[in-house]
């Protein structure tokens, strides 16, 4: 009478069996049962409390009139031997967890790649007389087995029900010398049309999506903890540690210079063995380059010199504001130009050195400085590009190019 219904319940854990660490508010419900989800249960124990809320008589708001006792988790920790396995199991929780009459703890077992659902009983244990402890032998070294176990506890009061809890699943294998198998891994390749008609000539920043699999196949240890993401700069380079303990089987190398990277994973698994490195996978650039066939060296400020084709408000470009942004020099390295008149004789030679690797500007003007004719001149550019296909690294490129004043 003096605490009315409705009520609240209001719900907190904290890490470890007993205690106050990290402790966090997970619920408000009115309801008598909360599921807490998106936790590691598989690594962590956790201990839980509720309080309860009600409005008292007279009043308006509901206002926290008690707290029960804090009661964790079941946990179950599987150390492994030869052939065999042992489980033991721990809580702190308000109720005793040896009944009079119904002393057993219940054992059940998966294999390989069996679903939770799929364990079965395996045994029973007395727990008053035997403990709270429980070797599963005559195991096959190289299968993984996955155990939970159902407690049973009482209040001691027969109008409370039966104590029924289930501990995380524990895995683990037998003492053996399986170690986990390399990775099967990949990499997004670039949609090199896509990235030139959907980013500007200047962009500097780059990122490389890389996935994998684990091998699961016979002689390959399954019980895979995390992943390790290797990288170089080239194909024969020094791999070096890029990320590691990563939980998924995807990664994204953000802030790259250039895609061209290549790739290898490890698997560790849960005794902290780690695998080969998997395959190589890279990753390569697009490179891109085109050149005019006419520029006008006449001071007007349109199409004064003579450059591939970029993005106009490049710094010193003085092209006619017309140009298709995406034909630009992409992950060019290196360009050396040689410019010949009708007869052949050679009248003009760049070579790329530094800053202006990739921008000739060539104002009509031959090696000596002077001004060259109006006419068809013609031209063989080499082109070195940062890539790691043979294919595209290098490229000649043979034109005309009218020079007109």
């Known amino acids: 009478s003096q605490y009315p219904v409705p009520y609240q319940y209001e719900i907190y854990r904290a890490v470890g ?53 804090a009661a964790s988790s079941e946990w179950l920790s599987a150390v492994p031997g030869a052939n065999e396995i042992s489980l033991a199991w721990r809580d702190s929780v308000p109720w005793a967890t040896v009944v009079p009459g119904r002393p057993y703890h219940l054992i059940y077992r998966g294999t390989g790649t069996q679903s939770q659902e799929e364990m079965v009983l395996l045994d029973s244990v007395n727990v008053a007389e035997e403990g709270f402890n429980y070797t599963d032998r005559n195991l096959a070294a190289d299968v993984f087995y996955f155990y939970r176990v159902k407690v049973r506890g009482t209040y001691g009061n027969p109008l409370i029900r039966l104590q029924e809890n289930f501990s995380q699943v524990a895995a683990v294998y037998p003492v053996n010398d399986l170690k ?33 699999r684990a091998d699961r196949s016979a002689g390959c240890r399954i019980d895979i903890r995390n992943y390790n993401l290797y990288a170089a700069t080239s194909m024969s380079g020094e791999f070096e540690l890029v990320a590691s303990g990563i939980s998924d089987t995807l990664y994204i190398e953000k802030q790259l210079p250039s895609f061209a990277k290549c790739y290898r994973v490890t698997a560790v698994d849960r005794s902290g063995q780690e695998s080969p490195m998997s395959a190589l ?125």
Not at 182 to 208: G, I, K
Not at 297 to 316: I, K, M, Q, S, V
Request: glycine letters at 6%.
């Open 180 to 212: 986990p198998c390399p990775p099967v891994a990949s990499v997004v390749p670039v949609d090199c049309q896509s990235f030139s008609h959907a980013n500007s000539c200047d962009q500097q920043s780059f990122e490389n999506t890389v996935f994998w």
């Open 17 to 69: 069996f007993a205690g106050d660490s990290s402790l966090t508010r997970a619920g408000l419900v009115t309801d008598t049962t909360f599921l807490d989800e998106h936790i590691n249960t598989l690594e962590i124990a956790y201990n839980y409390r509720v309080v309860l809320y009600a409005i008292p008589t007279g009043h308006d708001e509901f206002v926290p009139v008690d707290t029960s006792a």
């Open 281 to 405: 996978v890279c990753s390569d650039n697009c490179p891109y380059f085109e050149l005019p066939n006419v520029f006008t060296p006449n001071g007007d400020g349109c199409n004064d010199l003579f450059t591939p084709y970029h993005d106009a408000e490049t710094p010193g470009e003085t092209r006619c504001n017309t140009v298709d942004m995406t034909r630009c020099p992409r992950f060019v390295s290196a360009v050396r130009l040689r410019v010949y008149n009708r007869w052949g004789r050679e009248v003009y030679t760049f070579n790329s050195t530094g800053s202006n690797a990739v921008y000739i500007d060539w104002d009509g003007r031959d090696t000596d400085n002077s001004e060259l004719e109006s006419g068809i001149y013609f031209y063989q550019a080499d082109v070195t590009f940062d890539a790691f296909d043979p294919a595209l690294k290098r490229k000649k490129y043979k034109g005309w190019v009218h020079l007109m004043r």
